[in-house]
């Protein structure tokens, strides 16, 4: 490859990843929401995403809800909607399972 073919593929290369959009985390602003709209951390897209981090961070997970109960967020009430999630699943046999 030439000089100038590496940075033609270079400049290719910094203008695809200048293009790529931006893939935001809804979580990342979960708390500052729930001060606004009690709700927010019941919308059911919050709900499976914060079940997910159950799944794959527990320590994160932690925090959050820690911060979410800070916020005068009701978090027994979600501990149990994610287990009414895993309880329906369960029911239609999914293959679900759910730490505790």
């Given at each position: ?32 929401r729930t001060n606004v ?29 820690a911060r979410l109960k ?31």
């Amino acid at each position: 490859m030439s000089a100038e073919q590496r940075s033609q593929a270079e400049k290719a290369i910094a203008e695809a990843i200048g293009a790529a959009e931006e893939i935001r985390d809804p979580l990342n602003d979960l708390v500052e929401r729930t001060n606004v709209d009690p709700g927010a951390a019941f919308a059911p897209e919050m709900l499976e995403r914060v079940r997910a981090l159950k799944r794959e961070d527990r320590a994160a997970f932690e925090t959050l809800r820690a911060r979410l109960k800070d916020a005068s967020c009701r978090v027994t009430e979600l501990d149990v909607n994610f287990q009414e999630v895993v309880h329906s699943a369960q029911a239609g046999n999914a293959d679900v399972a759910e730490p505790q």
